[in-house]
T-cell receptor, first 115, second 116 residues
């Protein structure tokens, strides 16, 4: 139990579907992140939110749309994805975004398969 | 351009022996380094970290060593246990003034297998 909960853990969706990934953190952190892990690639940062404001969009295609209604919740809305978007999507949080010694804590991940 | 590199994709070690996982970096602005452990189908779990003002940090069986001049860090696990079998990622973040201050850059990971 890391204090960061992701749902669903597994998702299969068609290319024309709209779905959302949900993340909730119980650590009292102010920064939340979406990372993507594809096979045989390093973890890729997608989005960063600090105090509910998006501070980073790492050149992510618009078919991925994040939403952060408050510091404890983060969503990733998915629309018209491609099969190559199939990956493990990891939510993470940290005390805040900009600090030395910023340790990030990850959720269990959501396995996404696009068919 | 891969700023954090783990050049060994895998490592196999006998139970009870030492496991040494290596990580090299190129960005001189990095000043905080972390190791994460990841089991299949789970998210990475934070293991241990080290600030650039230190050259060693120890936590139980895990010790991280930092050689700033060589831009190299290593994770030592002694003694290794079968439950340590997982993928290990090193990560680094920049100090203030860097373009990616506070954000983590990850290596590709090393698969550790500890045999009974």
């Amino acid at each position: 139990e890391t204090g960061v909960t992701q749902t669903p853990r597994h998702l299969v969706m068609g290319m024309t579907n709209k779905k959302s990934l949900k993340c909730e953190q119980h650590l009292g952190h102010n920064a939340m992140y979406w990372y993507k892990q594809s096979a045989k690639k390093p973890l890729e940062l997608m989005f960063v939110y600090n105090f509910k404001e998006q501070t980073e969009n790492n050149s992510v295609p618009s078919r991925f749309s994040p939403e952060c209604p408050n510091s404890s919740h983060l969503f990733l809305h998915l629309h018209t994805l491609q099969p190559e978007d199939s990956a493990l999507y990891l939510c993470a949080s940290s005390q805040d975004e900009v600090s030395t010694g910023n340790t990030i804590y990850f959720g269990e991940g959501s396995w996404l398969t696009v068919v | 351009d891969q700023q954090v590199k783990q050049n060994s994709p895998s490592l196999s070690v006998q139970e009870g022996r030492i496991s040494i996982l290596n990580c090299d970096y190129t960005n001189s602005m990095f000043d905080y380094f972390l190791w994460y452990k990841k089991y299949p189908a789970e998210g990475p779990t934070f293991l241990i970290s080290i600030s650039s003002i230190k050259d060693k940090n120890e936590d139980g069986r895990f010790t991280v060593f930092l050689n700033k001049s060589a831009k190299h860090l290593s994770l030592h696990i002694v003694p290794s246990q079968p439950g340590d079998s997982a993928v290990y990622f090193c990560a680094a973040s920049e100090r203030a003034g860097g373009t990616s201050y506070g954000k983590l850059t990850f290596g590709q990971g090393t698969i550790l297998t500890v045999h009974p």
